[in-house]
């Protein structure tokens, strides 16, 4: 009998050893890591775009209500400052200057776009209507005004609320009211940063009791009377165009930025009003003519003829007769002007 013996197989000798603990830790790491690199590349590949922000003021005077400039002055200072992508006229109580607006507009070769809008005088406040086509008329209740901005499919906004100075200021009380309204009279955003001085002292309330009770969406506006104070604050909005901001308004993606105006624009508009007074509003000279020629004043200017006349006939004066008539009568013509 033969025996055999069993022998244990050797590996070849072009079989590869087994790595080390700490080279299979490393390479699985750089393998690892291209792999996250490369899916990280296709991932990239498939996300959209960035939507960029634009930049609307949504609330501005022309010379049609109690701005300063032309439309025509508007658009050109916008067009070359090249920072806004929309803008809003929103004269009181009517509609013509945006409807110009918005003819030259599209004449223009920028891509700034005009919304047509009014700031309406509410028996609580102002509000501003964006988007309408016909104007809204004044003297309403503010549910009512808005109810009939969205008649017009536009969108209505509180304009700088919570001011106690300002008397065309929306209040507390009347804010709550309308959180309570039925929705075709809610607004569809509030005005928490305007630039003129309806903010001062409002702005940043609005903002805190908007985001703490309210949850509107937010808009910033110049409030420009004066053609530089166009921009100083504004609405930022995802896209560039008008529609995009109408989106952006419904779909509560906005938010206000900016500043208040300069001291150029209060001075610039406060010497137009005592020079040539405000529209609908008499100046400080025509304020003294009315008063000279009012039937109030009658019996005044009576009692002051008949008081200073016997001063003039005992006074010592040496003169003509002329001359003393002429005294009499310049007298007179004195005891007619208001003092």
């Known amino acids: 009998m033969t025996s055999t013996s069993e022998t244990t197989p050797q590996p070849p000798e072009y079989a590869p ?39 609307a003021d949504l609330h501005m005077h022309s010379h049609y209500s109690d701005g300063l400039g032309t439309v025509q002055d508007i658009l050109t200072f916008v067009g070359q400052r090249g920072e806004l992508d929309v803008i809003a006229i929103t004269d009181h109580d009517t509609i013509e200057g945006a409807l110009r607006a918005r003819e030259l507009g599209l004449k223009q070769e920028n891509s700034l776009e005009v919304i047509v809008g009014e700031e309406v005088s509410t028996r609580e406040g102002h509000l501003l209507a964006l988007f ?17 901005v969205h008649e017009q499919g536009g969108i209505a906004v509180i304009a700088h609320p ?9 209040q507390l009380e009347v804010v709550e009211r309308l959180k309570h309204a039925p929705l075709e009279a809610q607004p569809d955003g509030i005005e928490t940063l305007n630039g003129s001085f309806a903010g ?9 009791r908007n985001r703490r009770r309210y949850g509107w ?9 004066t053609v530089t104070a166009i921009g100083c604050a504004f609405t930022w909005f995802e896209g560039s165009s008008a529609d995009d901001l109408r989106r952006s308004l419904l779909g509560s993606a906005t938010m206000p930025g ?64 002329t001359q003393v008539d002429e005294l009499d009568h310049r007298v007179e013509q004195e005891a007619r002007i208001p003092h």
């Open 258 to 321: 900016g500043r208040s105006w300069q001291t150029q624009d209060y001075w610039k508009l406060a010497s137009y009003w005592a020079r040539n007074g405000r529209p609908g509003h008499p100046t400080y000279i025509e304020r003294l003519r009315q008063l000279g020629q009012s039937n109030r004043l009658a019996s005044l200017r009576l009692f002051s003829q008949i008081a200073r006349r016997p001063l003039v006939k005992h006074l010592p004066y040496r003169g003509t007769k």
């Open 17 to 55: 050893q087994p790595a080390e603990p700490s080279q299979r830790s490393a390479s699985s790491r750089e393998l690892a890591g291209k792999m996250r690199t490369k899916a990280a590349w296709n991932k990239a590949a498939d996300q959209p775009t960035i939507t960029p922000l634009g930049r």
């Open 162 to 170: 919570f001011n106690r100075v300002f008397r065309h200021s929306t």
């Open 217 to 225: 969406p937010e808009t910033g506006s110049s409030d420009a009377h």
């Open 132 to 148: 309408i086509e016909e104007r809204i008329p004044s003297g309403l209740s503010i549910e009512q005004s808005i109810a009939l």
């Open 200 to 208: 001062i002292g409002s702005s940043h309330l609005a903002m805190t």
